[in-house]
């Protein structure tokens, strides 16, 4: 049975290197659709492109204009493929206006070395039992943002102040992540959990949509079955934009994606 990650992101190839793509309204959060379900789009349609190298290693998107759910395309040029990594530019739009132009580059995970060696600290996040679930979310919420109930989200207590009304004011949100039909996340899918959680800005006391402006994720490793954990952060909220740097951990406890988001910073 086809999960709903596969069934939302299902491609038409129409010709070489062009696709056609349905976007589903369950992925609208505010005044559009999630960019990181756009991402995970247009990363199927790269991967089509370089069945060889089917894993995204390093995507950089600028996204020009807010998408809306209906018919859009995908185009894939590919500038260099070597022996072990390719390097694709891509375009998604709808009714003749590009939506988001990204350039990215793909491999094969599972043939990259496996030695690891790294500083990072996974996030410690209290049992699945003590965390606060993403569908407790009050209905208004979840009206205009549908995209909730496409995850089982667990955010830890100490980042979900903002929800009550009192923002803790660290610019920190984490939680535990999968999807809700518990289809575990493939390498393509980590674009989209990269852009998943709230933004970071309401643990800032500033809710509402924050219009990303550019995203740059990187992919370190296929990620185990299981609950991931996401931990988003921001240090810097500046002429009417933040940063919003992600990691994602699997379950056996590797670092298997990082990002930073460049976005709008909410308005009242």
């Not at 089917?54 to 807010?66: C, D, F, I, M, R």
């Not at 040029?77 to 694709?88: D, N």
């Not at 999968?178 to 393509?188: F, L």
């Amino acid at each position: 049975m086809a999960s709903e990650w596969d069934t939302h992101t299902t491609l038409t190839a129409s010709r070489e290197g062009a696709f056609d793509a349905e976007l589903d309204p369950g992925w609208v959060v505010g005044g559009g659709v999630n960019g990181g379900y756009l991402l995970g789009i247009m990363g199927k349609a790269i991967a089509s492109t370089v069945p060889a190298k089917p894993h995204p290693l390093s995507v950089s998107a600028y996204y020009l204009s807010a998408s809306r759910p209906g018919p859009a395309h995908v185009s894939t040029r590919v500038l260099r493929e070597g022996g072990s990594v390719a390097t694709v530019a891509a375009d998604l739009g709808q009714e003749g206006t590009t939506r988001i132009t990204a350039l990215a580059t793909y491999g094969d995970l599972r043939a990259m070395p496996s030695d690891v060696a790294t500083t990072a600290v996974e996030p410690e996040l209290p049992p699945l039992e003590e965390c606060v679930p993403g569908s407790l979310a009050p209905e208004e919420t979840r009206r205009i943002a549908p995209i909730m109930d496409r995850f089982d989200m667990r955010f830890d207590p100490a980042c979900v102040g903002w929800a009550m009304g009192a923002p803790s004011g660290r610019g920190h949100i984490q939680a535990w992540f999968r999807m809700v039909d518990g289809h575990d996340v493939d390498p393509v899918g980590l674009l989209m959990v990269c852009d998943a959680l709230p933004p970071v800005t309401f643990d800032l006391g500033r809710p509402g949509w924050a219009p990303t402006l550019e995203l740059t994720v990187h992919v370190r490793a296929v990620p185990a079955p299981g609950w991931l954990k996401v931990s988003h952060r921001t240090r810097n909220v500046a002429g009417g934009m933040f940063e919003e740097d992600c990691e994602v951990w699997d379950s056996a406890g590797r670092l298997v994606a990082q990002s930073r988001q460049l976005a709008l910073q909410p308005r009242a």
